[in-house]
């Protein structure tokens, strides 16, 4: 596919964002393209909103697969354009627009022609809030389509376009995201004796949690604990009797994950005993499990973008961004990388704006480097 083609796509897709498994009208879009290229040796089915597309080989010796993600976030957005998300509250600011401009030009230009192997194109829904890839593999979605080695991307803003890094072994974080509720006794601010206040329980376990790491887990294995949410209260002068705060837990490994999970609720513990309250945890790790690059995948991908001139290549840093890709990982071998799109600002920003000239880069590089997969 041509830029101009590639980027009608996208921007057809960037106005239609929707939430993990309501993704009703990005999926009859998708359908609709998939169609467009459809050839008899090609399949199609779905699972609730994600597609997978077979590309049926002449002689395979194995399936080679390909995933993008395509649901979006619940962000109101603030780039002003002439395709704007018309779905209010709603909004592509992780790229997952991209993801999947990039998948049908890697469909198209991969069945050209009958390749030798089969491939398989997962249009995967719900990355963002479901782990829609473990809930498809769980649910036996994939069938006897299962490929033997998988690969994916990811958008980055902060590289420019021409620019791909990976590395072999643990590329992105476990996580695991985390509620906590507070309930305690309301009452007058003037009088703190006959109340339990929430505010200060919740303030007490915010502080404790953030020794987690610091004083429980290996310093050279790293993680981290945030909470980005924090609701008490009503008027100025009464004692919230309720508190509720929401967080995250990103950790390299799954042991130290499930060592910060054990440590959150055993402060949960020793907070509903101090302040004599009710503190409920609520752990929603749903599959989201670090992603492991694997050994023979990655170096082959390296080494072939390492070669290829059109490509500034870099091996990428550990981060602690999270991706349910981990899951499929953990169940087929394969790899992850990160494709920069070189916006301003970043992932999940409402003023997200990656450069558009990264997909037919991404298309005619990635789709190189499929091919060779089939010699």
Same mark, same amino acid.
């Given at each position: 596919m041509?830029q101009? $083609?590639?980027?009608e796509i996208?921007r057809?897709l960037?106005q239609i964002p929707e939430?993990?498994?309501k /993704?009703v009208?990005?999926?009859?879009?998708?359908l609709?393209?998939?169609g467009r290229i459809?050839?008899d040796y090609i399949?199609i089915k779905?699972?609730?909103?994600?597609t997978?597309?077979? !590309?049926?080989g002449?002689?395979?010796?194995k399936?080679?697969?390909?995933?993008?993600?395509?649901?979006?976030?619940?962000?109101?957005e603030?780039?002003e354009?002439?395709?704007k998300? !018309?779905?209010?509250?709603?909004?592509h600011?992780?790229?997952?627009?991209?993801?999947?401009?990039?998948g049908?030009?890697?469909?198209e230009?991969?069945?050209e022609?009958?390749?030798?192997?089969n491939?398989?194109?997962l249009f995967?829904?719900?990355?963002?809030?479901e782990?829609g890839?473990?809930?498809?593999y769980?649910?036996?979605?994939f069938g006897?389509?299962?490929? #033997?080695e998988?690969y994916?991307?990811h958008?980055?803003?902060e590289?420019? !376009?021409g620019k791909?890094?990976?590395?072999?072994?643990?590329?992105?974080?476990?996580?695991?995201? &985390?509620?906590?509720y507070f309930?305690?006794?309301?009452?007058?601010a003037a009088?703190?004796?006959e109340?339990?206040?929430?505010?200060?329980?919740?303030v007490s376990? &915010?502080?404790q949690?953030?020794?987690?790491i610091? $004083?429980?887990v290996?310093?050279?294995e790293g993680? !981290? &604990?945030?909470?980005?949410?924090?609701?008490?209260g009503?008027?100025?002068?009464?004692?919230a009797?309720?508190?509720?705060?929401t967080?995250?837990?990103r950790?390299?490994t799954?042991?130290?994950?499930?060592?910060?999970q $054990?440590?959150?609720?055993?402060?949960?513990?020793?907070?509903?005993y101090?302040f004599?309250?009710e503190v409920? &945890?609520v752990l929603?790790q749903k599959?989201y499990?670090?992603?492991?690059?694997?050994? /023979?995948?990655?170096?082959?991908?390296?080494h072939?973008?390492?070669?290829?001139?059109?490509?500034a290549?870099?091996?990428a840093?550990v981060?602690?961004?999270?991706?349910?890709?981990?899951?499929l990982?953990?169940?087929?071998?394969?790899?992850m990388?990160?494709?920069?799109? #070189?916006?301003?600002?970043g992932?999940?920003?409402?003023?997200?704006?990656?450069?558009e000239a990264?997909?037919?880069f991404?298309?005619e590089?990635v789709?190189?480097?499929?091919?060779?997969l #089939?010699?």
């Amino acid at each position: 596919m041509i830029q101009e $083609r590639l980027s009608e796509i996208r921007r057809a897709l960037h106005q239609i964002p929707e939430i993990g498994l309501k /993704e009703v009208k990005t999926q009859s879009y998708l359908l609709d393209e998939i169609g467009r290229i459809k050839k008899d040796y090609i399949e199609i089915k779905c699972w609730q909103t994600g597609t997978l597309v077979f !590309v049926q080989g002449v002689d395979p010796e194995k399936t080679i697969g390909w995933r993008a993600d395509i649901d979006g976030l619940p962000i109101t957005e603030a780039v002003e354009s002439g395709f704007k998300s !018309v779905h209010e509250g709603q909004m592509h600011a992780c790229g997952h627009d991209f993801h999947m401009t990039i998948g049908l030009g890697l469909l198209e230009k991969l069945s050209e022609k009958q390749p030798k192997n089969n491939y398989l194109f997962l249009f995967q829904p719900a990355e963002e809030n479901e782990a829609g890839g473990m809930l498809m593999y769980e649910h036996g979605a994939f069938g006897d389509w299962l490929p #033997d080695e998988f690969y994916a991307l990811h958008v980055n803003p902060e590289l420019p !376009v021409g620019k791909i890094t990976t590395r072999p072994g643990t590329l992105f974080a476990a996580t695991c995201e &985390v509620r906590v509720y507070f309930t305690g006794k309301s009452g007058h601010a003037a009088f703190p004796n006959e109340s339990n206040d929430m505010i200060i329980a919740a303030v007490s376990f &915010v502080q404790q949690a953030q020794t987690i790491i610091s $004083r429980n887990v290996n310093p050279v294995e790293g993680g !981290v &604990v945030t909470f980005g949410t924090f609701n008490a209260g009503t008027v100025n002068n009464a004692i919230a009797g309720e508190a509720s705060i929401t967080g995250t837990i990103r950790t390299l490994t799954e042991e130290t994950n499930q060592l910060t999970q $054990r440590r959150i609720r055993e402060l949960a513990k020793g907070i509903s005993y101090s302040f004599n309250c009710e503190v409920e &945890v609520v752990l929603d790790q749903k599959g989201y499990l670090p992603v492991v690059n694997d050994k /023979e995948t990655t170096e082959k991908f390296i080494h072939f973008m390492e070669e290829n001139p059109a490509v500034a290549f870099e091996e990428a840093p550990v981060a602690m961004t999270g991706e349910d890709f981990g899951y499929l990982l953990s169940k087929v071998p394969g790899t992850m990388f990160w494709l920069g799109v #070189d916006s301003l600002y970043g992932l999940h920003s409402e003023k997200f704006d990656p450069d558009e000239a990264a997909l037919p880069f991404a298309v005619e590089q990635v789709g190189t480097f499929l091919k060779s997969l #089939d010699d």
